[in-house]
């Protein structure tokens, strides 16, 4: 399967290819890769995307996908309108 | 708003401990984002042989009608198109689309419940691709056919039963495929391992389709080494369910119009393209996993329990948190079904009576009684998501002892 169309987060379109890149260029954590390549911080906010995040991350150290931490989550979980804040 | 209770998700655990606070003459929110209560309780509709004859139908749509209007009777206020955005441990959560900004309340119950897991198939994005949940939502709860011709990915107790449901709505439902081999499926794209934990889930719940499962993959090994040699798919209620075969590739322009097979070998390689099959929807099944980010926003720490479905927040036996006030119940605790879920919720019910100092003398014993009844629960469960279950509660039990007496704290009960 060509990894540079296949992609895994559906809220900021970034492919698998470019989560790999993001892990070569040095991100080994949740947070390196949704600064690298904004995944996970769409309108879901990783709720659809993270776990596989997770297992890209894992299995190019080599490591177990439970054994990668999860993002902090961080309030507003959900989305909300900036007035409803201020 | 304020109440004695705020409820965070009005599904079985939610709506559970709503009935018995209430009850209680405890004021107590209900708030969830759908604009109708009963959480995934609507789309459920099954039997189940563990119980007595005349008990054995679960109509989960009649059951969340009478739960919800006797929460209403009881006393409980419930808001529905209303989402939660921040626990204020000790004083209540944020809402937005409510008729308030916060809801005060002196405890806190999360019962945000569970979140299907991704499974990425090239051209997972194409209008007519959908999780098998959604599938399930479309055709029981709406009355609304997801496609004519669905093809499956992923095999999980989970697809199987929406592809049975599929079918019985009157979808055809073309065959249930593996998922792409690879990083993003890992396990669940190779043949073994499915085999495993489906023959697993057999032998803990015998429901209907899982005994046929059962019948095909629950002898020796074989058996199953045979069926995995085999190429030829095996039959569940006539939808043929390939062992040996991936859906690679959802095609189609402004729709989905067809999906690539191929055959894979024992150990989840592609060993060749198969063919391309007709279908106007596919399904796309990767299980579930507890809803938590609310809770850990609010600083309860996760762990990894891949027997409960992943990270789960850790709680102890009362369904407390490591913050005050703020209680669990549901699959938020782990992925179970929905009758531990109600029993969870009647324990967190009692769990958040006593901890405000409410249960009334001389009524200790209804919390053992509660527990009591969340295992009795889990014995009957027809089905398990996740086989390994009862160890990861034993360990997420020793691991709350563990940080009791670390840092002297959870005086709870």
Redesign the interface.
């Known amino acids: 399967m060509p990894d540079d169309k296949l992609i895994v987060c559906r809220c900021e379109e970034v492919t698998l290819d470019e989560i790999k890149k993001a892990v070569k260029d040095g991100a080994s954590t949740v947070s390196g890769i949704k600064k690298r390549t904004r995944a996970c911080m769409g309108m879901c906010q990783g709720r659809v995307c993270q776990s596989l995040v997770k297992k890209v991350l894992a299995h190019e150290s080599g490591n177990q996908a439970d054994s990668i931490e999860t993002a902090t989550s961080r309030s507003p979980v959900r989305p909300i309108q900036l007035g409803e804040i201020i | 708003m304020k109440t004695d209770v705020a409820i965070v998700g009005a599904g079985p655990a939610g709506l559970s401990a709503a009935l018995y606070l209430a009850r209680r003459g405890l004021g107590v929110v209900v708030l969830d984002?759908y604009f109708r209560a009963g959480g995934r309780l609507a789309g459920q509709l099954y039997e189940n042989p563990k119980k007595p004859p005349g008990q054995r139908l679960w109509d989960g749509k009649a059951i969340a009608e009478k739960l919800s209007g006797d929460v209403k009777k009881a006393g409980a206020t419930i808001l529905t198109g209303v989402?939660?955005?921040?626990i204020a441990p000790g004083s209540g959560v944020?809402i937005?689309g409510g008729p308030c900004?916060k809801i005060a309340a002196k405890a806190v119950l999360i019962a945000t419940g569970a979140?299907e897991?991704?499974m990425?198939v090239?051209g997972?994005?194409i209008p007519g691709v959908m999780s098998a949940g959604a599938a399930q939502v479309f055709a029981n709860v709406h009355g609304v056919l997801p496609g004519r011709k669905v093809v499956m990915a992923g095999i999980d107790p989970l697809s199987i039963t929406v592809a049975g449901e599929l079918k019985k709505a009157g979808v055809e439902v073309v065959g249930i495929f593996l998922p792409?081999p690879?990083?993003?499926a890992?396990s669940s794209g190779l043949p073994q391992w499915v085999i495993g934990e489906l023959s697993r889930s057999a032998d803990m719940a015998p429901g209907t389709f899982l005994k046929m499962a059962g019948k095909l993959f629950g002898g020796s090994y074989r058996e199953v080494g045979a069926r995995l040699c085999s190429l030829a798919p095996a039959n569940i209620w006539g939808i043929p369910l390939h062992l040996r075969k991936a859906v690679?590739?959802v095609e189609g322009e402004e729709q989905v119009d067809s999906v690539l097979t191929a055959r894979i070998s024992h150990d989840g390689k592609i060993e060749q393209e198969d063919c391309r099959i007709e279908a106007d929807a596919v399904c796309l099944s990767?299980g579930l996993?507890p809803?938590?980010?609310?809770i850990?926003?609010a600083g309860c720490p996760?762990v990894?329990m891949?027997g409960l479905g992943?990270?789960v927040p850790l709680h102890g036996p009362l369904l407390q948190t490591q913050s005050k006030g703020v209680f669990l119940a549901g699959s938020v605790t782990g992925i179970e079904g929905a009758p531990v879920a109600i029993a969870q919720g009647h324990l967190a019910g009692v769990s958040i009576a006593a901890f405000l100092g409410r249960l009334g003398k001389g009524n200790r014993h209804e919390l053992d009684r509660a527990v009591e009844m969340v295992g009795q629960a889990r014995e009957e469960s027809p089905l398990k998501f996740y086989p390994g279950a009862d160890g990861a509660r034993k360990e997420l039990a020793a691991l709350w002892d563990r940080w009791k007496i670390n840092s002297a704290g959870g005086n709870y009960a």
Do not use: H, K
């Open positions: 984002e989402s939660v955005w921040e944020f937005s900004q979140a897991r991704a990425p090239e997972w994005t792409p690879g990083i993003l890992g690679i590739r990767g996993y809803l938590t980010d609310l850990a926003a996760l990894s891949p992943g990270m």
